[in-house]
C-alpha cells in the first residue's frame, strides 16, 4: 500500500483508476462476522494482505438547510477516509493506540478546527467516497453508510470532539481480583490502599478537578486511549488515569434553550466526570458490577443542571478512570444539543 501511495500520491481524486477496481459487497473484515465478510483477500488472507481501498458513488439529491447527514463507519484501524477527494476523517496511531472503534459509530471532520460538517463535502448529484485502512494487529473491518433525515431542525454547540487532545496524569494502583490474582481478569477484586497512588492524589488535593493551573501543567496525548496505552503509559499496574481539557463558551444564554447536552463516550472502566469542580457522570461499579461500556455511547445530560455550570469563557472537564479487570479505554466528545 505504501508503495502504491508514492505511485499515486493522490489516488483518491482518481476516479478512473478506482472505478478499474473489483466490487464487491462490504462488510470487509472479522469484526463483524467473519462468515458476513465479503470474500476477499482482506479476510482470506490476514497474514499477507493488510491493506484495503474502497470506492463507491452515491447520489445526493437535497441539500436543502432541514437536512442532516450522518456518516456512520465501522473501522479497524488505521483509516483514512476521503469525500469528493477531500480528507474528511482520519485516524492514525501508526499501530498504536486506539486507532479502531466497535461498531458502527457517527463520525465527524477531525483534520484541523474548521467547524466543517459532511455537508460542506457533498455537492448535488454524483459524490464519491474514498477510504483507505490498514489493519496492524487484531481484527480488521470496514462499513459503513450514509443517513439523513429530513425536515430536521437539529443544531449543535460542540465543546470538543472525539479522538482530540487531553492533559493526562498516569497513578500506579495495583489491582487484587476476586480470585486474589494481582492484576488478574476477574471482577470483584479490590485495589491495595497502601500503593493506591491516585486514592492518595485525590485526598491530597481535594480541589484537584478546579486546580487548571497544575492540570494544564500535565503532558498531553489524543485520544483514544486504548487498552494497549503503552504512550502515556497507562498500562500493567497503572489503572489509574486522570484526564484534564478546557473550552470554550461564547454565548451561555443560547446554550441554556438547549434540548440537552450531550456527553458522547467510551469508557471502561470506572469514571467520573467534572464540569468545573461538579460532578456530571458517574458510573462506579467497585469492581464488581458493569462499569464500562462497549463503545462510543451517547448520555443526554440534563440542561438545566449543565448550563448553571457552564460560565461565559474557559471551562473544565476533568475525568477520572480507574481501570480494573480486562481491557481500558476512554475517549469522549462534549455537546449542546437541540432536537
Not at 438545566?304 to 461565559?312: D, N, P, Q
Amino acid at each position: 500500500m505504501a508503495a502504491f501511495i508514492a505511485q499515486n500520491p493522490e489516488w483518491y481524486k482518481d476516479t478512473k483508476l478506482m472505478e478499474s477496481w473489483d466490487i464487491t459487497y462490504a462488510p470487509f473484515g472479522d469484526r463483524i462476522s467473519a462468515m458476513m465478510a465479503s470474500n476477499t483477500p482482506f479476510i482470506t488472507d490476514p497474514v499477507n494482505v493488510n491493506g484495503l481501498m474502497v470506492y463507491k458513488t452515491f447520489e445526493i439529491t437535497d441539500l436543502s438547510d432541514d437536512i442532516h447527514y450522518s456518516l456512520n463507519v465501522f473501522y479497524d484501524n488505521t483509516v483514512y477516509i476521503y469525500i469528493n477527494g477531500k480528507l474528511f476523517y482520519k485516524n492514525d496511531a501508526n499501530c498504536g493506540i486506539g486507532d479502531w472503534n466497535g461498531d458502527y459509530e457517527p463520525i465527524n471532520y477531525n483534520i484541523d478546527d474548521q467547524p466543517l460538517t459532511i455537508k460542506d463535502f457533498l455537492v448535488p448529484g454524483t459524490n464519491y467516497i474514498a477510504c483507505s485502512i490498514k489493519n496492524c494487529w487484531g481484527g480488521r473491518e470496514l462499513d459503513m453508510y450514509l443517513e439523513y433525515e429530513k425536515s430536521s431542525t437539529k443544531a449543535s454547540v460542540v465543546f470538543f470532539q472525539q479522538d482530540s487532545e487531553w492533559h493526562y496524569n498516569v497513578f500506579y494502583c495495583p489491582y487484587t481480583d476476586g480470585d486474589g490474582v494481582v492484576d488478574g481478569s476477574a471482577p470483584g477484586g479490590y485495589y491495595d490502599e497502601a500503593d493506591d497512588e491516585m486514592a492518595k492524589f485525590i485526598a491530597e488535593n481535594p480541589n484537584f478537578t478546579t486546580d487548571t493551573e497544575m492540570l494544564s501543567s500535565w503532558p498531553t496525548a489524543k485520544a483514544p486511549f486504548g487498552a494497549a496505552a503503552e504512550e502515556i503509559g497507562w498500562t500493567g499496574s497503572n489503572h489509574g488515569l486522570i484526564l484534564y481539557k478546557s473550552f470554550e463558551v461564547t454565548d451561555l444564554e443560547k446554550l441554556k434553550t438547549a434540548d440537552y447536552f450531550d456527553w458522547y463516550c467510551l469508557y471502561d472502566n470506572t469514571i467520573y466526570v467534572y464540569l468545573n469542580g461538579t460532578e456530571i457522570f458517574v458510573d462506579d461499579g467497585n469492581c464488581v458490577e458493569q462499569d464500562w461500556n462497549g463503545g462510543m455511547t451517547h448520555y443526554e445530560l440534563d440542561t438545566a443542571t449543565i448550563a448553571g455550570l457552564l460560565k461565559e469563557g474557559e471551562n473544565c472537564i476533568v475525568v477520572t478512570i480507574k481501570d480494573a479487570w480486562g481491557g481500558r479505554d476512554f475517549n469522549a466528545a462534549f455537546s449542546a444539543e437541540w432536537k
